[in-house]
């Protein structure tokens, strides 16, 4: 089993990862804390290449675990494959990414067009990951899994060392797919900011990482029916679930409205446009106020990457 992501790694971190990935602006509005009842501060994610805070650890994986020429397949429902096909080709990998037929279309043209080449399998991410698997082991060729791999997580644990640097929090809320992100932030606070409260977050609709963490054995469901594409997950990666116990106090569940609530509310006042995964932070907020109100709170706007349908619909209503 391989170790917990290390800090000392993310301090190092920065020299291996494009510039483009770190700094992301902090955004705040006090029209967005009056709606929420608390004072929320925000990792904005979406401003860099990709769209998406996975190029830090796709980068940083890229640059320390990879043998010169090797090529990579992994499973994506987007974001981490534009991550690992930016990353990879640059340093001369290819790159082979396994995505869902029903994945969006965005992330899936955006991957191709970052040099990867992409196979649509299966009718979720679960399914695509598990023919990615296939492939992989048929070729010969190197399985990059999302969230089992600490280099990752500890490209996505420099978020953390940013927002301790800024202020200190009396919570971080924490989207929470295959685990990478929470990993990364839950290791680097654990240890810079042992009194913060770390509460990961997931779509009620996906309820796989929840119920295995808060039973301490994985779980699996047989749907994943959320807007939030980016953390819908039915199999959990059951070798990481005990060090993610470690990186989180709880384990929030949030409800598709609350989800569309959250976009909706980031866009009228921070006026940016946040894929689904990226709000359920705030969403967790909207689900239950009292737990927030009148705390200082950060959260990470993990993806900007929408479908065309979800832009049409937030676009509406806006």
């Not at 946040?274 to 967790?284: C, D, H, L, R, T």
């Amino acid at each position: 089993m391989s170790p917990i992501a290390d800090t000392a790694s993310m301090l190092a971190a920065a020299s291996h990862i494009d510039p483009v990935f770190l700094d992301s602006p902090l955004v705040s509005d006090i029209g967005l804390d009056a709606a929420l009842g608390c004072q929320l501060l925000a990792k904005n994610e979406t401003a860099n290449p990709i769209g998406s805070f996975k190029g830090r650890g796709a980068e940083l994986f890229a640059a320390t675990a990879l043998r010169p020429g090797e090529a990579v397949v992994c499973a994506s429902a987007g974001n981490f494959g534009q991550g690992l096909a930016y990353a990879a080709t640059r340093r001369g990998h290819a790159c082979i990414v396994f995505a869902a037929k029903t994945a969006n279309p965005v992330k899936i043209t955006a991957m191709r067009r970052l040099g990867a080449e992409v196979h649509l399998e299966g009718a979720d991410f679960d399914a695509a990951k598990q023919a990615a698997r296939t492939y992989a082991d048929a070729s010969g060729l190197r399985f990059v899994e999302d969230g089992a791999e600490p280099a990752i997580a500890e490209g996505a644990g420099t978020i953390a060392l940013e927002l301790h640097r800024v202020a200190a929090f009396d919570a971080v809320l924490v989207p929470l797919g295959n685990g990478a992100l929470l990993e990364g932030i839950g290791a680097a606070l654990r240890q810079l900011a042992p009194a913060t409260e770390i509460i990961a977050v997931v779509a009620q609709n996906a309820p796989a990482m929840k119920r295995s963490l808060e039973a301490g054995t994985p779980i699996e469901t047989t749907r994943a029916d959320t807007i939030a594409d980016g953390i819908a997950v039915r199999v959990p990666i059951a070798s990481r679930l005990d060090y993610l116990r470690r990186c989180c106090d709880s384990v929030a569940a949030v409800s598709e409205a609350q989800i569309f609530e959250a976009m909706r509310l980031i866009h009228q006042h921070l006026h940016l446009t946040v894929e689904p995964a990226g709000a359920v932070g705030i969403a967790a907020v909207l689900a239950d106020p009292w737990r927030f109100a009148g705390r200082r709170i950060a959260t990470v706007l993990c993806g900007g990457n929408l479908s065309d349908q979800v832009r049409r619909r937030l676009l509406a209503l806006a």
